[in-house]
Antibody, heavy 121, light 109 residues
Framework: EVQLVESGGGLVQPGGSLRLSCAAS????????MNWVRQAPGKGLEWVSYISSSGSTIYYADSVKGRFTISRDNAKNSLYLQMNSLRAEDTAVYYCAGRYSFHYYYYMDVWGKGTTVTVSS | EIVLTQSPGTLSLSPGERATLSCRASQSVSSSYLAWYQQKPGQAPRLLIYGASSRATGIPDRFSGSGSGTDFTLTISRLEPEDFAVYYCQQYGSSPGYSFGQGTKLEIK
């Protein structure tokens, strides 16, 4: 079964740090481009960050650039998001989502169930 | 940066009716980079349509996508009770990275 499982969410104070993980199983993780997508309470989806299948290409949304770092370990079938200098507006459910890198089309067809990050004092 | 604007914000319809959801881009988007997702409360988004008009695996044929350039449409031909949810369009390429529309909530009338 194709599966992505996020972990590492929780309550953190403003200015604090958190590291999210996403464990992949049931598919060839090293062939997938991966993303973090978040959803603030009652709001829509916001793309956060992208990493290529090899890890050589990385993109960030302007809202997190300079504060968040995406990485992956293909040997461990895992994706990470290091979040520093957290703000109240980073409060959201964080999803990891993937795209088979050899597809012609661009979409995310593998999604985790999400992990909740709450930034509050 | 390409901005996706979805309309209407909320659509109230009855089961059996036809739903038409719009996604308008601020600049031309390649059809290859346009997708639609469905999200139900407490669940992750589910891919419905990719390449603007291709149904994802397992998606019923009552769902269809169309459009090109700056105007894209998701149509649900005959609404089933399980179709009432929030729908998002997504594009890839500008900035770079992905972006989503703000969503259309399809609710039961």
């Amino acid at each position: 079964e194709v599966q992505l499982v996020e972990s590492g969410g929780g309550l953190v104070q403003p200015g604090g740090s958190l590291r999210l993980s996403c464990a992949a199983s049931g598919f060839t993780f090293s062939s997938y481009e991966m993303n973090w997508v978040r959803q603030a309470p009652g709001k829509g989806l916001e793309w956060v960050s992208y990493i290529s299948s090899s890890g050589s290409t990385i993109y960030y949304a302007d809202s997190v650039k300079g504060r968040f770092t995406i990485s992956r370990d293909n040997a461990k079938n895992s994706l990470y998001l290091q979040m520093n200098s957290l703000r109240a507006e980073d409060t959201a459910v964080y999803y990891c989502a993937g795209r088979y890198s050899f597809h012609y089309y661009y979409y995310m067809d593998v999604w985790g169930k999400g992990t909740t990050v709450t930034v509050s004092s | 940066e390409i901005v996706l604007t979805q309309s209407p914000g909320t659509l109230s319809l009855s089961p059996g009716e036809r739903a038409t959801l719009s996604c308008r881009a601020s600049q031309s988007v390649s059809s290859s980079y346009l997708a639609w997702y469905q999200q139900k409360p407490g669940q992750a988004p589910r891919l419905l349509i990719y390449g603007a008009s291709s149904r994802a695996t397992g998606i019923p044929d009552r769902f269809s996508g169309s459009g090109s350039g700056t105007d894209f449409t998701l149509t649900i031909s005959r609404l089933e009770p399980e179709d009432f949810a929030v729908y998002y369009c997504q594009q890839y390429g500008s900035s770079p990275g992905y972006s989503f529309g703000q969503g259309t909530k399809l609710e039961i009338k």
